[in-house]
């Protein structure tokens, strides 16, 4: 791959042997920094519950201008400046936990920030810098939903542009190439931005080419969506009912007395029942529980298996049941979801395949409940399934995800390529409630209906639950601590969108690409420096 370093003219004030500005004061140093940091904020507000998704556009260029010929290590302290308050504003919800943890969280999750500002100040040498600028975008976001702890990915690019211009390209290429759009475009405007300032440095009254050229492209990147189709037909359909049974209690000690999470869902679901005989709502061919509807294990603990199975007769469908299960040894406990018959009782079940760290399991437990007490409150470590939850649910074959597991490229695409015809994602979110954080969740599964075609059910033990269309449109959706039920007939699909056939390619390939371009910049410069130094 060739990657030429850049023959444009250098910004006024830089040095034309490597692109580094030159010296101008501690002043312009503060005023970088002081940008960098309203920018990351502003950026938080391109999320929900905001939803201004325009701001991720201009978050990227803002960033993009910032590190523009920069060093390395400026590159790297703008972008951490520019992560850490981004990062503070998206995650304010873990507030309920401790700012410490806000803190805490968002500064572990700067580092990628930094490591990206290094890049792009690296790349801004090249030419074609807006590509690979926004392919840094898409490298950062690989490596921050991998590590560490099995990664983190909440702030992805794509995560704001669930209802915007942007959302069809996830059927092409899943929230990799939303990213990748989103960044291209924002790298695009910093480019005609540029190419402005040198017009009016140079005091010509005619804009260069070049602007116009940079603004059509990022106008063509925010309009090419609404080109490609998202399939939505479907031969068979199933009628659902979502349970929203609700918590007496939201917060970090939303269950409270035993069964009493239990008993809001099983009479949630007999009032249900006494609505069908009532002729006020269609009888459903299924019914869903949300995460963690039952805090007991059904298997070990005879009340809490007569509770489910009463109220599952009482409906006559099989219920999906969310319920938390012994793991092998008295250490853990598993996070299931439980098809339960009305009358042959509990069949097949999918165990949350990724557990939260620090949340349902605590790495290095020995060492950190000394220093972090409030660890000591996470009494046993999740056990982590293995498999997909791909089950027969009645006549449907669902795919269940649970909770932030929607939050995973690969656990959601495995599911549906393993024959999910559609997604149902049991979530409890009452540590969270009127924080942002149950917003955020729902955009995520936006994006999925869109990229994999599939209906998406959220069952939510006090809210958000919603039925979402595979084109991603929120068709109903409960209000946060009510007692609701949904019903709603859903389109069952077979079919793969191409973001389904190529899987994870293009994010690798772009991540790669990311990379590759930074060593070539590294690379040249290292050379430029040694060339200088025999000189």
């Not at 542009?161 to 899943?174: E, H, K, Q, R």
């Not at 000394?370 to 000591?376: D, G």
Request: proline share 7%; net charge positive.
């Amino acid at each position: 791959m060739a990657l030429p370093v850049s023959q444009e003219r250098p910004v006024t004030g830089q040095k034309p042997e490597d692109g580094a500005p030159a010296r101008r004061g501690r002043g312009g140093w503060w005023a970088r920094t002081g940008l960098a940091a309203v920018c990351g904020t502003a950026m938080a507000f391109a999320f929900p519950p905001y939803d201004v998704w325009p701001l991720s556009m201009l978050g990227v260029a803002a960033l993009t201008l910032l590190t523009r010929g920069r060093r390395a290590r400026h590159g790297a302290w703008l972008g951490y400046v520019f992560g850490l308050p981004f990062f503070v504003v998206l995650l304010s919800w873990l507030r309920v936990v401790g700012w410490d943890g806000v803190v805490g969280l968002s500064a572990i999750e700067s580092v990628f920030f930094a490591l990206m500002g290094a890049g792009l100040a690296l790349t801004s040498k090249l030419r074609g810098w807006p590509l690979w600028g926004a392919m840094l975008w898409v490298t950062q976001e690989w490596a921050r939903d991998r590590l560490p702890f099995g990664g983190f990915p909440w702030g992805r690019l794509a995560f704001a542009n669930t209802a915007s211009p942007f959302t069809s390209l996830a059927a092409l290429g899943g929230a990799p190439l939303v990213t990748f759009a989103v960044a291209s475009c924002g790298a695009l405007l910093a480019w005609a931005a540029l190419c402005v300032l040198r017009a009016r440095r140079a005091g010509t009254a005619v804009l260069p080419w070049r602007t116009a050229a940079g603004s059509l492209a990022a106008v063509g990147l925010v309009l090419v969506g609404y080109a490609v189709p998202v399939p939505t037909t479907a031969a068979d359909t199933v009628k659902v009912a979502i349970v929203q049974g609700n918590v007496d209690r939201p917060g970090m000690d939303f269950l409270g007395r035993p069964m009493l999470v239990l008993n809001n869902h099983a009479k949630t679901t007999e009032q249900l029942a006494e609505d069908v005989a009532a002729g006020r709502v269609p009888k459903p061919d299924v019914v869903i529980w949300p995460e963690n509807a039952s805090d007991l294990d059904p298997f070990t603990d005879p009340a809490a298996y007569a509770r489910i199975d009463q109220a599952v007769k009482t409906i006559g469908v099989p219920t999906l049941v969310g319920a938390l299960v012994d793991g092998p040894d008295q250490q853990h406990v598993r996070n299931e979801g439980i098809v339960w018959d009305p009358n042959s009782g509990p069949g097949e079940s999918y165990t949350k395949q990724h557990p939260v760290p620090f949340g349902e399991y605590v790495p290095f437990r020995a060492e950190l409940s000394k220093v972090i007490t409030r660890l000591q409150r996470v009494a046993r470590d999740f056990y982590p399934g293995t498999g997909s939850g791909v089950m027969h649910l009645g006549p449907a074959r669902i795919g269940d995800v649970i909770c932030f597991e929607v939050a995973y490229d690969e656990i959601v695409r495995d599911t549906v390529n393993q024959g999910g015809r559609v997604l149902v994602v049991q979530t409890n979110n009452a540590t969270y409630n009127n924080t942002g954080q149950t917003e955020q969740q729902l955009a995520m599964s936006r994006l999925r209906a869109v990229e994999h075609g599939r209906a998406v059910l959220i069952a939510a033990t006090s809210g958000v639950s919603a039925v979402i269309t595979p084109d991603g449109v929120v068709e109903q959706r409960t209000k946060e601590l009510d007692q609701e039920v949904l019903s709603a007939v859903v389109p069952l699909r077979d079919g793969q969108t191409v973001a389904d056939k190529v899987g994870a390619g293009p994010e690798w390939v772009l991540a790669l690409g990311g990379l590759l371009a930074c060593g070539f910049a590294a690379a040249a410069g290292w050379q430029r420096r040694r060339a200088a130094k025999r000189a």
